[in-house]
T-cell receptor
Framework: GDSVTQTEGQVTVSESKSLIINCTYS????????LFWYVRYPGEGLQLLLK?????QKGSSRGFEATYNKETTSFHLQKASVQESDSAVYYC???????????FGDGTVLTVKP | NSKVIQTPRYLVKGQGQKAKMRCIPE?????VFWYQQNKNNEFKFLIN????????QIDMTEKRFSAECPSNSPCSLEIQSSEAGDSALYLC?????????????FGPGTRLLVL
């Protein structure tokens, strides 16, 4: 089956510092899954942050970026300088190429301290 | 921002009762997905539709859950006989296709509490 692992359940970072949220995936059903980062801001619904559908490519949005690494089966989320408004829950997800079904990680709660 | 509408936002039922929730996908999106997010933040895919046809569903959905997406009406997900373990956030998402590269746009969810 498919699975996504986010090793950090909670991350606290001071404003203007750099951030990395780890994500690794495993799949037995598809050679090239599509990879996504979704975010849920406080009081809001789940929304797409960025996606990458081609291995080796990088996606970016709102200062965040993630590279689809097929060799290490990773899709880590990075930002050079976080802001307080980035405080949210971040979910890494694997999308099945043929069915579209998403498999999510358990999420990482990011708290940015002023 | 997503334009997927889900109602009601909150639903409280007793064990054994029916629980029904609705979803209006984004205009022009023929594919609808339902996911369950439990109290441990774990997501579980339940079922998806293209127009009115079921594309894929898991065993749990086949047994106690029923879902439909009738033409010109909201999609719905109904639990026939609610159990305590069904307490969760139910998320509806819509997409242009069931191809994995197309983004799924999520509604705010219906939070079900089964007492």
């Amino acid at each position: 089956g498919d699975s996504v692992t986010q090793t950090e359940g909670q991350v606290t970072v001071s404003e203007s510092k750099s951030l990395i949220i780890n994500c690794t995936y495993s799949t037995t059903s598809i050679a090239y899954p599509n990879l996504f980062w979704y975010v849920r801001y406080p009081g809001e619904g789940l929304q797409l942050l960025l996606k990458v559908i081609t291995a080796g490519q990088k996606g970016s949005s709102r200062g965040f970026e993630a590279t689809y690494n097929k060799e290490t089966t990773s899709f880590h989320l990075q930002k050079a300088s976080v802001q307080e408004s980035d405080s949210a829950v971040y979910y890494c997800a694997l999308g099945h190429t043929n069915t579209g079904k998403l498999t999510f990680g358990d999420g990482t709660v990011l708290t940015v301290k002023p | 921002n997503s334009k997927v509408i889900q109602t009601p936002r909150y639903l409280v039922k007793g064990q054994g009762q029916k629980a029904k929730m609705r979803c209006i996908p984004e205009k022009g999106h023929p594919v609808v997905f339902w996911y369950q997010q439990n109290k441990n933040n774990e997501f579980k895919f339940l079922i998806n539709f293209q127009n009115q046809e079921v594309l894929q569903q898991i065993d749990m959905t086949e047994k106690r859950f029923s879902a439909e997406c009738p033409s010109n009406s909201p999609c719905s997900l109904e639990i026939q006989s609610s159990e305590a373990g069904d307490s969760a956030l139910y998320l509806c998402a819509s997409s242009l296709s069931n191809w994995g590269q197309d983004t799924q746009y999520f509604g705010p969810g219906t939070r079900l509490l089964v007492l």
